[in-house]
């Protein structure tokens, strides 16, 4: 039956899917279309260098860095907290001290991410927004319009 649908092209479309945050607007659009193809059944790899899809997301600067900043939060504790048990500390728990310096170094990643996602081109800001715009069509990924080829690091 999956055949039979893959044949005909299927497709999905996500038109502006809208929630509100306490910073903002996130706004999700996207796309995935398979071919129509004649004849035999596809195989997975045919399908993955002749579908297209794509996906743009818009979302307020203040909410993108506070998403990356409670990830690398995260990141940083459990880093301290597997240092902790690999020295045999009695105690796994963090201490003010190291509280301080996992905030001050979550401010420099995150700020540090975000920038090198810029200059990069991996986002773009529009005024107050943080925009990521991708598309793949026939093997080629593009992000926000620039080939990604060595884009992505």
Request: charged residues 20%; positive net charge.
């Amino acid at each position: 039956m999956w055949i039979s649908v893959v044949n005909r092209g299927a497709a999905f479309e996500l038109k502006t899917l809208q929630f509100t945050t306490p910073d903002g607007k996130v706004n999700i659009n996207g796309h995935v279309a398979l071919p129509k193809k004649e004849g035999a059944a596809p195989n997975i790899f045919t399908l993955f260098q002749s579908f297209s899809a794509g996906v743009d997301i818009t979302l307020p600067v203040s909410f993108a860095e506070k998403v990356m900043s409670q990830y690398n939060t995260t990141q940083l504790l459990k880093s301290e907290v597997q240092k902790q048990l690999v020295a045999k500390q009695k105690q796994a728990a963090v201490s003010q001290k190291t509280v301080a310096e996992i905030q001050k170094m979550r401010q420099q990643q995150t700020s540090a991410q975000i920038n090198k996602w810029l200059e990069s081109g991996t986002i773009t800001q529009e005024g107050n927004f943080s925009r990521f715009k991708a598309s793949y069509d026939n093997g080629n990924l593009k992000l926000n319009g620039i080939a990604a080829k060595g884009l992505v690091t």
